[in-house]
């Protein structure tokens, strides 16, 4: 696992929670959520996304361990991937805005490049 933050949960928790927020990143191409969850997404979406540069049947087979869906690791293979193939990372961005109003924590939008 990327990174060092505990994100408040226990570990497994935190893999499943990081798990499903990959997979409906790279489903919508953009997901608002905290500073902290971002910058713990993007390691992980990037290297889904260089999986599917790869585009052999390994590369495929380790996404569909991570990624929940197989529809999401089909675009990631068929749509997603081919666009950055000149691109050596670097495929995702994150955007402070501003703070929830709830609790006051810090929100960023991150978005597929």
Avoid: H, W
């Avoid at 997603?80 to 050596?88: F, L």
């Amino acid at each position: 696992m990327p990174g060092t933050r505990k994100l408040g949960r226990t570990s497994d928790q935190r893999r499943a929670m990081l798990r499903q927020q990959v997979t409906d990143f790279l489903d919508n191409g953009k997901m608002e959520t905290t500073v902290t969850r971002a910058k713990e997404i993007k390691p992980l979406a990037e290297k889904m996304i260089t999986l599917g540069k790869k585009g052999d049947l390994a590369a495929y087979r380790q996404a569909m361990a991570f990624i929940t869906r197989e529809d999401v690791v089909k675009k990631i293979f068929k749509e997603i991937a081919p666009g950055y193939s000149e691109r050596n990372g670097g495929s995702t961005r994150i955007t402070r805005t501003g703070v929830r109003r709830g609790d006051a924590a810090e929100v960023a939008m991150i978005e597929l490049v």
